[in-house]
């Protein structure tokens, strides 16, 4: 090797280890978006790299708004193991002509968003580097149903698995399932030709009891519903057994293996995912489609209501000490959104908001308690409608309009995905409580007085001809944005 080669060689190692330095002194935000399935998660994630990036309308930004963020840039993620965000291709979708919403998420991927600021006050100024790296992961959301499985052995499990079951809005489609368990003798020897066929019917049940309705909190594990390339594979060959059977099985017998297995998926499924994802966050935004259990009925909301209190019990919200640097960190600062509420005129906002703290009330006290900020908030991560009045007789109602998506209903008017319409949504109640104690369904179904359509996204473009990348509608985008990074690039 030459000599200038060498140098040169050197000089590069230099530069990447300047690097290197540069990216372990920059501090970094590790953002959890929590939410279950089609809650919102990869839109938003999709909407605040990209409103973050171009330079949006972001105007509660403070850092935004008073010009301090000299740029905002993708960056390689730090986990090499993780695939990347597929930010571009969601993107794309919304560029398409119609737009499409991104397709549901079916694997782990993550993003780094790395922003270059200059702090407020000249103090900071001199200070601090003026960058903050934004860590972001996204996952299929049927896999944080899993997390309070952490917290049960494979009995107490059984037990609410097999109430669950038995529930009335779900006992039809777990009829075969629970036939099948009826008859099982889980004393006798381990039979994996058992195993295989009852996971068979278990699993059908977890799916049934889903289809109609895929916004809804689903029964799990999650993987039953999203095996990806675990499907067949003993991690997944197991079911809950009928309570009254014994707490520990003798060896060698059905119940053992079950039971085996039963903390095998724990082990290896849900501690990895909890260990490398979520002990390590330091600000959470948990997404919550209120709007869509709403329209479900009071057994959804319930149902919601119980399920976001399980998931939320595993985090570890509080304040950050000095003790923090040796201690495993904290979320310090927690928001509770209620995503979609472009599904509403912003008169009714507060009601939507009303409903969250409702859903959370228990989460949101505990994290508060803990020493956590926490804040409440009705947004949308993409602006899909527009406001309007309309006439009803003397009345003037609050009304949205949008596209609605190909195949929604209003009664007997069916939409086919291209024509624009003006919706009046109906009122939320003014006191949620309602929404979860009244027996019946209070909305959904066709002569409901609330029925919220889903709409098409707004078509974006990608860069305008001259270059510029423009910003994606929102509503209280930059609030959220700014309750969760905003102390970070002051
Ligand atoms: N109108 C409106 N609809 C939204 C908005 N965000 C999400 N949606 C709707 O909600 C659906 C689900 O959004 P996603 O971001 O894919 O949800 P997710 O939490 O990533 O779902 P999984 O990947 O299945 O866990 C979308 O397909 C849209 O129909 C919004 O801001 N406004
Ligand atoms: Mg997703």
């Known amino acids: 090797m030459r000599l200038s080669e060498l140098t040169g060689a050197t000089a590069d190692a230099l530069r990447s280890a300047g690097a290197v330095l540069l990216d372990l002194m920059t501090p970094t935000v590790r953002l959890g978006v929590t939410g279950l399935a089609r809650s919102g998660k990869t839109v938003f994630i999709t909407a605040l790299v990209r409103n973050l990036v171009a330079g949006g309308r972001l105007p509660f930004f403070a850092a935004m708004a008073e010009g301090r963020i000299a740029r905002a840039y993708l960056e390689p993620q730090p986990d090499d193991s993780v695939p990347r965000f597929a930010y571009e291709e969601h993107l794309a979708d919304l560029a398409r002509d119609p737009p499409q919403w991104p397709e ?49 052995s494979f009995s107490e499990w059984s037990r609410r698995a097999v109430a669950d079951a038995r529930a009335p809005q779900r006992s039809g489609a777990a009829k075969d399932w629970l036939a099948f368990l009826s008859a099982l003798d ?16 278990f699993t059908r049940y977890l799916q049934a009891a889903r289809a109609p309705n895929p916004e809804l909190t689903a029964p799990g594990p999650g993987r039953f519903l999203l095996p990806g390339e675990l499907a067949g594979s003993p991690l997944l060959t197991f079911f809950p057994l009928p309570p009254g059977t ?10 053992a293996m079950l039971a085996r297995r039963f903390e095998s998926y724990k082990t290896h499924i849900v501690q990895p995912f909890f260990r490398d994802h979520f002990a390590r966050l330091d600000r959470q935004i948990v997404l919550i489609d209120a709007l869509s259990a709403v329209n479900a009925g009071a057994g959804a909301l319930a149902d919601l209501q119980r399920s976001m209190e399980a998931i939320l019990k595993c985090f570890r919200p509080g304040a950050n000490t000095w003790l923090s640097s040796v201690l495993p960190r904290r979320i310090d600062r927690l928001l509770f959104a209620a995503t979609k509420a472009d599904h509403l005129h912003h008169t009714s ?36 409608t527009r406001e309007a009045e309309a006439k009803s007789g003397r009345q003037r109602l609050p009304c949205i309009v949008g596209v609605p998506l190909p195949g929604e209903r209003l009664g007997a008017r069916l939409f086919d995905g291209r024509t624009e319409a003006a919706v009046f949504p109906g009122d939320l109640p003014e006191d949620p409580t309602i929404l979860t104690t009244q027996a019946g369904p209070v909305a959904g179904g066709a002569d409901a007085s609330i029925h919220f359509l889903r709409f098409r996204p707004p078509r974006i473009t990608l860069e305008t001809p001259s270059g510029e990348e423009p910003a994606l509608p929102h509503i209280r985008l930059d609030r959220a944005i700014e309750f969760l990074l905003g102390d970070r690039l002051a």
């Open 349 to 384: 906002h507060d009601r939507l908001e009303a409903i969250l703290r409702l859903v959370a009330d228990k989460a949101i006290a505990r994290a508060s308690f803990a020493g956590a900020e926490v804040k409440v908030m009705a947004l949308a991560a993409l602006r899909s």
């Open 186 to 201: 889980v004393d006798a020897p381990a039979d994996e030709q058992v195993a295989l066929a009852g996971t068979a019917l």
């Open 246 to 255: 014994a707490a520990v099985y003798a060896r060698g017998t059905l119940g």
């Open 104 to 152: 549901s998420t079916r694997r782990i991927s993550q993003l780094r968003v790395t922003i270059e600021y200059t702090p407020a006050t000249a103090l900071r100024r001199a200070l601090a580097t003026g960058r903050l790296h934004v860590d972001i992961v996204d996952y299929p959301g049927e896999w944080l149903i899993d997390l309070p499985l952490l917290e049960l």
